[in-house]
């Protein structure tokens, strides 16, 4: 009985040999797709989208709240000097006009942030998870509704802030520098909304398209295989992965 022992050793030994090395290679696959992940779902794209996006926020936030403290001291003046003239009346209320405007922008402002910084790190932090490209995919995917909420903030807040320039350099400056700041602040509005038209309109009628074509029936082969987490995704899911996490 022994010598049987021994002499199945050398079997079990190089069955165990190959166990490991074909474990070996499946950590290196996964390893692989893993890294490759990311790239696949567009994790790392969407990432430096929100960094972005809640840094620019924060400088707008900030510049709002700059010219909101400056307008607090322009209106003390008003108050102290104590005229009654009609002028001084108009100034009053752009004075409120302007107060209100610059907190709803340091307002949207600061949820835009808020929202894209927050997105941004539980997303970087499920990176480091087991299958991490994936569930950060999933996050991104799911939030998408929040991050729409937020973009429109961010660019409704740009308009408020033209406002808010606008009335600080009429209570700042005499006439003539008022109203050639105005029409320059006026054409970069028009700009700005012709830039977010062209681009909104071209953006819908390609992801009009490109669903129409990706809406068609799976073939058999693909229906029946089913989809794999481990390997490449098709270029049909590449497509719809990244048609939900493009807001």
């Not at 009985?1 to 070996?24: E, G, H, L, T």
Request: net charge positive; hydrophobic share 45%.
């Amino acid at each position: 009985m022994f010598s049987i022992c021994v002499a199945r050793a050398p079997f079990y030994c190089r069955k165990s040999s190959k166990m490991k090395d074909f474990n070996n290679l499946a950590d290196l696959s996964i390893s692989h797709a893993s890294l490759q992940g990311v790239k696949q779902y567009g994790v790392e794209k969407s990432l430096v989208f929100l960094g972005l996006l809640g840094a620019i926020s924060t400088v707008l936030a900030v510049i709002s709240l700059a010219i909101l403290f400056q307008i607090k001291t322009i209106s003390d003046d008003f108050s102290s000097s104590g005229e009654d003239s009609l002028s001084d009346e108009i100034k009053s209320h752009f004075i409120k006009i302007s107060v209100v405007a610059t907190t709803l922008s340091v307002t949207l402002n600061v949820c835009c942030a808020c929202n894209s910084l927050v997105q941004c790190y539980f997303a970087s932090k499920m990176l480091k998870l087991p299958q991490g490209e994936e569930r950060a995919h999933t996050l991104l995917k799911q939030s998408a509704g929040s991050r729409k909420v937020a973009i429109t903030a961010f660019f409704s807040s740009i308009p408020l802030l033209l406002l808010d320039l606008g009335i600080y350099l009429y209570l700042s400056f005499d006439l003539v520098t008022v109203i050639i700041s105005s029409l320059v602040l006026l054409i970069g509005l028009i700009y700005i909304s012709y830039i977010l038209y062209e681009n909104i309109r071209i953006w819908c009628q390609e992801k009009r398209i490109v669903v129409k074509e990706f809406s068609l029936p799976p073939t058999p082969s693909t229906s029946q295989s089913g989809p794999s987490h481990n390997g490449p995704l098709s270029p049909e899911a590449e497509m719809k992965s990244s048609l939900n996490t493009l807001v």
